[in-house]
């Protein structure tokens, strides 16, 4: 019987692979026996937590652990934890050093990712998360990117991170315990599992990103990136802006100030073309309140005169287009 109790394997991983999943019956497979296909010298195990799947995608990661219990555990939640909380919860099952992120819809493309990276976190403790480069392709293979983030490789402080999240999920690999500080605010946003947790381990240590392409990044249709829209994420990254000040060292939060303003002018932008004027003002008004006066000063002020003028109209008009929010 499938339960939250999952069985221990025979040797001490170095590395926990850990894969979250939720309805994923399509892509499941592809995600294990990527992981599967990697050359190591070092003890492997690989944590599935499904979280309460309505298709197959539990028979799917229960028969890969049948045929590989020495290196698969599987955990089937018995209740919905959502993503937040699945992704900690995992990454409490995860017994290894090192952990590697992996999305039940992506998937590894270079048989040597894992060995790259932990050669380069034992040969630096002052790297707390490796990265690489990955691919964005779509559910019927058609490749949108060729290479992500735009980003150098390199290492990455602090202030490069709270900029944007520019680690793509499925080329982390970080050290095992960082997660333990996550503040609970964390179980409360939506869709951002990751970043919180990279603006957290580069609080004590750096981000390397290693110049190689070793993943393929899904663009599903139902996937939080690709149906969610852009006014939604430029909304979402401004309230994570505000609740990030809480982790951040004083002279960081004016970053993160103006980073919130800059996600509210783009809102503000796009509320406007939407017809949604009095939303498009208020988001404005946030955009010139958040960060420092001087910060963004010139794009704030343009963005809260445009809002309010295409409001003033709007209403001058007596428009009866829709307010959007």
């Not at 939720?22 to 026996?33: G, H, P, Q, T, V």
């Not at 698969?72 to 937040?84: P, T």
């Not at 990751?194 to 957290?200: K, T």
């Not at 505000?242 to 796009?270: C, T």
Request: glycine residues 4%.
């Amino acid at each position: 019987m499938l339960t939250d109790e999952i069985e221990s394997t025979s040797s001490a991983p170095l590395v926990s692979v850990s894969i979250t999943s939720y309805n994923a019956e399509r892509w499941l497979s592809r995600a294990i026996d990527s992981v599967l296909a990697q050359r190591t010298s070092f003890p492997l195990e690989i944590v599935i937590s499904d979280d309460c799947s309505k298709d197959g995608t539990r028979n799917i990661a229960a028969s890969y652990q049948e045929r590989f219990p020495n290196k698969i555990r599987f955990i089937a939640r018995q209740k919905n934890l959502g993503m937040q909380r699945n992704t900690f919860e995992t990454f409490e099952a995860c017994r290894g050093e090192f952990i590697a992120w992996l999305d039940a819809d992506d998937y590894w493309t270079d048989p040597d990712k894992l060995t790259l990276q932990v050669d380069a976190l034992q040969s630096d403790p002052s790297i707390n998360v490796c990265g690489h480069f990955v691919r964005w392709v779509t559910a019927d293979g058609e490749v949108k990117r060729d290479r992500y983030p735009s980003a150098a490789a390199g290492r990455y402080g602090l202030a490069d991170i709270l900029h944007r999240n520019f680690l793509p999920a499925p080329s982390v690999m970080f050290r095992n315990g960082i997660h333990r500080d996550l503040p609970p605010w964390y179980f409360t946003i939506e869709a951002l599992s990751d970043w919180p947790l990279h603006i957290l381990s580069a609080l004590s240590g750096d981000i390397l990103l290693l110049d190689r392409v070793m993943a393929d990044y899904m663009l599903t249709p139902d996937s939080a990136f690709m149906s969610k829209g852009s006014l939604y994420w430029y909304q979402a990254d401004a309230k994570f802006f505000h609740l990030v000040e809480s982790m951040l060292p004083q002279r960081f939060k004016r970053i993160a100030r103006s980073e919130k303003g800059r996600r509210y002018e783009s809102a503000a932008y796009l509320l406007r073309k939407q017809g949604g004027f009095e939303a498009s003002r208020r988001a404005a008004w946030s955009a010139f309140r958040a960060p420092r006066l001087q910060d963004n000063l010139g794009s704030k002020t343009k963005a809260l005169a445009a809002s309010v003028i295409r409001e003033a109209q709007w209403r001058l008009r007596g428009s009866p287009k829709p307010n959007p929010q």
